[in-house]
């Protein structure tokens, strides 16, 4: 069964403390995923990578970075948490896309981080 | 503008009866996918159902179908026969292009079941 697992399900940090989410997906994707997920307003891309070492921008991604060192591997860090970073923080991978494929996006089951 | 609109934040549904959830859509380009994601209380997202831009027939998976009209960009999910299991919160997506698949969700529609 294809798998995709996020290293907490819960997680409370201080304000300005580092912190690590790690995700890990099994399937050989080649795209990973960061998306947080608010109350009433969906589920929103911090970063993307398409390859190892890669990166991108997605449409918030102020105040994080990311690291993909190994393809199966991708991390979300927060270098200074702010309570405004309080969310569920999701994972995702997906295959490149080919020609009218459906390339789902495969999720973890989230990371609910709260920042006193 | 957003690029997905799910205009229903709740629905209520009895059991066993159809449901249908609303997602309009925005996008210049001629090749798109279109998602259903389904997202229960435990938090993780199932994928429920996808429709490129260039398929003629409206996709079905089981107990889903994508009611997929293009020229009014509307991509609504139809579930038969509603069952207690369905209650959760539905996101529409839209992936865009040839990019790096990326997707845009919507704001989601929370569904409740009743007995």
């Known amino acids: 069964d294809v798998k995709v697992t996020q290293s907490s399900r819960y997680l409370v940090k201080r304000t300005g403390e580092k912190v690590f989410l790690e995700c890990v997906q099994d399937m050989d994707h080649e795209n990973m995923f960061w998306y947080r997920q608010d109350p009433g307003l969906g589920l929103r891309l911090i970063y993307f990578?398409?390859?190892?070492?890669?990166?991108e921008k997605g449409d918030i991604p102020e105040g994080y970075s990311v690291s993909r060192e190994k393809k199966e591997r991708f991390s979300l860090i927060l270098e200074s948490a702010s309570t405004n970073q309080t969310s569920m923080y999701l994972c995702?991978?997906?295959?490149?896309?080919?020609?009218?494929?459906?390339?789902?996006?495969?999720f973890g089951p989230g990371t609910r981080l709260t920042v006193l | 503008a957003q690029k997905i609109t799910q205009t229903q934040p709740g629905m209520f549904v009895q059991e066993k009866e159809a449901v249908t959830l609303d997602c309009t859509y925005d996008?210049?380009?001629?090749?798109?996918?279109l998602f259903w994601y389904k997202q229960p209380s435990s938090g993780e997202m199932i994928f429920l159902i996808y429709?490129?831009?260039?398929?003629?027939q409206n996709a079905t998976e089981g107990r889903y179908s994508l009611n997929f009209q293009k020229a009014r960009k509307s991509a609504n999910l139809v579930i038969s026969a509603s069952q207690l299991g369905d209650s959760a919160m539905y996101f529409c997506a839209m992936r865009e292009g040839q990019g790096y698949s990326t997707l845009t969700f919507g704001k989601g529609t929370m569904l409740l079941v009743s007995p």
């Open positions: 429709q490129g831009s260039y398929d003629e």
């Open positions: 996008t210049s380009d001629q090749s798109y996918g």
């Open positions: 995702a991978s997906s295959l490149p896309i080919r020609d009218h494929t459906n390339n789902e996006q495969f």
């Open positions: 990578s398409y390859d190892v070492k890669m990166k």
